[in-house]
């Protein structure tokens, strides 16, 4: 039970860390990983804001409804994320050409893709 009084959802750290990582600014807050670091300070200007979680939880639950589970497990959240996060991305300036040269109109998925791997998952019992 959260402090609230309202119980906890499961994932919820995973969440908001999926959501920091994809910003610059708090990207360093979330992870010590070097790389994840330079990455998003290289390739994205604009990351995900908070209220993007709003839109994550709901979609984590159907996806833990179809997997048969009555509890959003941190895979639940990381499918959700795919459906929600990668279109709020803004790529840098000097890097927006290369990648949509380079993935054509994935490219802001396969960025995501790349944070998604870098962002350590939690354990779930």
């Known amino acids: 039970i959260h402090e609230t009084g309202r119980p906890s959802v499961p994932g919820s750290q995973y969440r908001a860390r999926?959501?920091?990582a994809t910003n610059p600014g708090t990207v360093a807050d979330v992870s010590d990983d070097k790389r994840l670091i330079r990455y998003v300070r290289e390739n994205v200007l604009i990351g995900a804001s908070p209220r993007v979680n709003?839109?994550?939880e709901p979609i984590a639950q159907v996806e833990a409804f179809f997997d048969g589970?009555?509890?959003i497990r941190p895979e639940h959240i990381k499918a959700a994320a795919r459906h929600v996060i990668p279109h709020?991305?803004?790529f840098r300036p000097e890097k927006e050409f290369r990648?949509?040269?380079e993935f054509g109109s994935r490219a802001k998925e396969v960025v995501?893709?790349?944070i998604l791997k870098m962002v350590e998952m939690p354990r779930w019992k």
């Open 99 to 101: 990648l949509e040269r």
């Open 112 to 114: 995501f893709e790349e």
């Open 69 to 71: 589970s009555d509890q």
């Open 54 to 56: 709003l839109h994550l």
């Open 88 to 90: 709020r991305l803004k």
């Open 18 to 20: 999926l959501l920091q």
